[in-house]
């Protein structure tokens, strides 16, 4: 029986005793609801709420995600990939999607059967656009974001294309220039003047395709870093990711009201005695100075657990850290145990949450990798069973073999 439960208190003890596997990433999706809530209000009525639920909605799940979403306030979604996009269809979600792109040609058709937006970026790729649409039998014309490159040197056209570029959509039958959008480079520091000219360089096309008569129609550049730093970047919608998910685009973090969803949990599945000398896991990079207890917890690097995190992080036992100990490997971490407290097996461990629990959050786990939190969360593997949270309980769990239990949210 576990003894610690009571450490563990910002979870339900359903969350560590429900069916399945023992590790599990739980999300909660009011978090999610209030965090969509709070940038819906910080934007004011004349600017819409675009949620960002590519990557599997940052590895939270993105169809619960975009419905907790759309709920609170947003009212368009936006994905990298058509698949991304089609699975939301799939779930029955009927809201605006932008794949944010680029894409292939051969991706053409089920996106515009899917009725997702394509950014476009360049005259070829409208042209096939325009050659597929007349193909099918759509509703209405297919729905085109000009992509423009103001200076991240990804995917964009170029500000002197742009008017061309657009021309070619408005001429084209069965296509309608939807948006137009950049994405900022560096909007997450403020010490660099980057953003301004993004943003002065989008308004020099926008007037020039005011002068040639072109409608520009939603205009959109900010990010979550440009959305929590100033109101000027917010134009007429806002895309926001990583802040969606309560987590910092920059070394400022969040703002009050606004809160990490999700938290990565476990059991102990093995309570060992290690003896002066013992070495720990693969290659004994950690060796014991005298006695000590370890605790194994069934999570690895296949779980999105990372191997750079060996023997430099630490996990949350009985409201304590309890240092990784040795390699992490593809199932498996061992950790030390905080002397003094009693640890047994199937006693819960956070491996990732909020600071009572002794474990690290995702911002601080990013620093120890020298990484950012997008990276860690987009990287938690579908073996993971994300576990879903409504008001306090759980209320679905979404495994490898779809939902296995669910009270519908
Ligand atoms: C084009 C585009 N817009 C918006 C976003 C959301 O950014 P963030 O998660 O920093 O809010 C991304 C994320 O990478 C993106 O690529």
Redesign the pocket.
Known sequence: MATTDRRVGFLPPEVFTGPGRVTRAVVDLDAIAENAAHFRRLIGPGTELMA?VKANGYGHGATRVARAALEHGASHL?VATVDEGRALRAAGIDAPVLV?GPIGDAEISEALRSDLALAVADPLFARAVAMTAARLPLNSPASLHLKLDTGMRRFGATADGAVALARAIVAAPGLTLSGVFT?FAAADDPDSDLTDRQDALLDTVLDDLDRAGIPAGLVHAA???AVLRDRRFDRGLV?????LYGLA?AAEGVPPGVRPAMSLVSRVARVVDLHADDGVGYGHTYRAGAAERAALVPIGYADGYRRGLSNRAAMGIGGFPAPVRGRVSMDQTVVGLPTGHPVEVGDPVVVVGPPETGAPGWDDLARTMDTIG?ELVSGIAPRVPRVYLRRGHVVATDGLFGTEASSGC
Do not use: E, K, M
């Not at 895309?239 to 802040?243: D, N």
């Open positions: 960002v936006a944010l994405h990010n979550s870093a895309r926001v990711g990583i802040a685009p997008y």
